[in-house]
């Protein structure tokens, strides 16, 4: 069974920064693009970062760009978000998800897996 299991969420004053973390099992996903997604109360779910497959290239929303730093490690199937000066607008729920293959990383329409989610608040 594939899975995406996100974790490193919390409670975090502003400026301060978190780590999350993804582990994917079920399969390799060295070839798949892989993103960071979040979703705040009302509002709609958006791609914050994404990496394409051998990690060589980026994606960052211009809200997090020199703040948010996605990286993969393919040999653990992982994928992480390092997030530093966050601020009240971070606080959401944070998805790991995985690209269709060979989906263009950057596109949010690519991705059609989905973890379960976990939640950042960051506090003013």
């Known amino acids: 069974q594939v899975q995406l299991v996100e974790s490193g969420g919390g409670l975090v004053q502003a400026g301060g920064s978190l780590r999350l973390s993804c582990a994917a099992s079920g399969r390799t996903f060295s070839s798949y693009a892989m993103g960071w997604f979040r979703q705040a109360p009302g509002k709609e779910r958006e791609l914050v970062a994404a990496?394409?497959?051998?990690?060589?290239?980026?994606y960052y929303t211009d809200s997090v760009k020199g703040r948010f730093t996605v990286s993969r490690d393919n040999a653990k199937n992982s994928v992480y978000l390092q997030m530093n000066s966050l601020k009240p607008e971070d606080t959401a729920v944070y998805y790991c998800?995985?690209?269709?293959?060979?989906?263009?990383?950057?596109?949010?329409?690519?991705?059609?897996?989905w973890g379960q989610g976990t939640q950042v608040t960051v506090s003013s």
């Open positions: 990496i394409m497959r051998s990690g060589g290239r980026t």
């Open positions: 998800a995985v690209g269709g293959l060979g989906t263009y990383y950057a596109d949010p329409t690519s991705y059609n897996l």
